[in-house]
T-cell receptor
Framework: DAGVTQSPTHLIKTRGQQVTLRCSPK?????VSWYQQALGQGPQFIFQ???????QRGNFPDRFSGHQFPNYSSELNVNALLLGDSALYLC????????????????FGQGTRLTVV | GQNIDQPTEMTATEGAIVQINCTYQ??????LFWYQQHAGEAPTFLSY????GLEEKGRFSSFLSRSKGYSYLLLKELQMKDSASYLC??????????????FGKGTKLSVKP
């Protein structure tokens, strides 16, 4: 059973460009959350998607947007990239109503390393 | 608000024992996670504590005291491959059954021969 998968694994973009990152949740999971981890910091919550809508959002500007598809996969879009957006972007999935640890947002995909130059 | 504190860096010797501390302040408590993260890689789950006490899992153990807002991760028989960052995290819930995680900044552990 595949866990959370993310694509691409690495990406280099130029300042001012736009980027789309993708996440496929663990089979059976319906909720997807995105995190940004800058070098030397802990991951920071960006937003969470459930039933194709943004349910909760962290302290990130509107340049960060997302989408969830009917199959529960999700995209993270970042517009007008800044050098400071260079980071590891992590996706975690979970199951609404889930009660066991494996259905919580405890397990991450391998991440996408975004470098803005 | 939520706040999590852990030491920035620690150094230990191969074969030794090291304890990494984490203190937290949260509105409500829904458990505490520990993760290991090697450089350039995603965090991997180590442990989850929701009740007070020590949970042992091989060379790694995690302790929680809810009344003190305190947890530690204990690593025994240190190996070179244990050199990594260790992240403490607590979940917060805004509605729905699935919350998001608030992380500390991580403790970078260096294991020396």
């Amino acid at each position: 059973d595949a866990g959370v998968t993310q694509s691409p694994t690495h990406l280099i973009k130029t300042r001012g460009q736009q980027v789309t990152l993708r996440c496929s949740p663990k089979s059976g999971h319906d909720t997807v959350s995105w995190y940004q981890q800058a070098l030397g910091q802990g991951p920071q919550f960006i937003f969470q998607y459930y039933e194709e809508e943004e349910r909760q959002r962290g302290n990130f500007p509107d340049r960060f947007s997302g989408h969830q598809f009917p199959n529960y996969s999700s995209e993270l879009n970042v517009n007008a990239l800044l050098l400071g957006d260079s980071a590891l972007y992590l996706c975690a999935s979970s199951l609404e109503g889930g009660e066991v640890l494996s259905d919580t947002e405890a397990f991450f995909g391998q991440g996408t390393r975004l470098t803005v130059v | 608000g939520q706040n999590i504190d852990q030491p920035t860096e620690m150094t230990a010797t191969e074969g030794a024992i090291v304890q990494i501390n984490c203190t937290y302040q949260t509105s409500g408590f829904n458990g505490l996670f520990w993760y290991q993260q090697h450089a350039g890689e995603a965090p991997t789950f180590l442990s989850y504590n929701v009740l007070d006490g020590l949970e042992e899992k091989g060379r790694f153990s995690s302790f929680l005291s809810r009344s003190k807002g305190y947890s530690y991760l204990l690593l025994k028989e240190l190996q070179m491959k244990d050199s990594a960052s260790y992240l403490c995290a607590v979940p917060v819930y805004y509605g729905g059954s699935q919350g998001n995680l608030i992380f500390g900044k991580g403790t970078k552990l260096s294991v020396k021969p």
